[in-house]
């Protein structure tokens, strides 16, 4: 089984098991952690209103614990409704940043129904870290997180 699926499988069998969604987000948030060395830095903001509030995250404290819609990388992304990928984070206008170390970040948003519920957020150390095997990965794991929120 490849690391997809094995993640996919690990999250699968949280969201089986009845927890409430405030558990599975953090539950994620280290099974991604922890699968993925080059992840430095892994959380996940939820929407609210026009804002991303940080819930949970494993990494050093982010300043950035609420994002309004359309700031940020994560702010675009979610206002996109689309992963955003940036391999050079110091090149990127947008970049809020969060630790000296970090060269690389992806966001992928958590929609379910095609509205936006939050998203996932990581950071690595390396420069180009994510590649489209990540960007599979996060978006099959955000599209099963899509189900802890009503429709
Ligand atoms: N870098 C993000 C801010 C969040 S921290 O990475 C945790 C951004 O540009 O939106």
Redesign the pocket.
């Known amino acids: 089984m490849g690391r997809k699926e094995e993640i996919c499988q690990k999250v699968k069998r949280l969201l089986e098991t009845n927890r409430d969604c405030d558990s599975i987000l953090k539950s994620s948030v280290a099974i991604l952690h922890e699968a993925c060395p080059k992840y430095t830095?892994t959380?996940i903001y939820l929407l609210e209103g026009d804002q991303l509030v940080?819930h949970n995250?494993i990494?050093k404290p982010?300043p950035?614990t609420k994002?309004p819609l359309g700031?940020?990388?994560?702010?675009?992304a979610a206002a996109q409704k689309e992963t955003i990928l940036v391999s050079d984070?110091n090149a990127d206008p947008?970049?809020?940043?969060?630790?000296l170390e970090?060269k690389s970040?992806i966001?992928v948003p958590i929609i379910n129904n095609g509205k936006v519920y939050g998203e996932i957020?990581i950071?690595s150390d390396e420069p180009n870290a994510f590649d489209i095997e990540d960007k599979e990965l996060l978006e099959a794991v955000s599209s099963l997180l899509g189900q802890c929120f009503p429709l």
């Open positions: 830095w959380g940080l995250y990494g982010s950035h994002i700031k940020g990388i994560c702010g675009a984070v947008r970049y809020l940043a969060c630790s970090t970040e966001v957020d950071d």
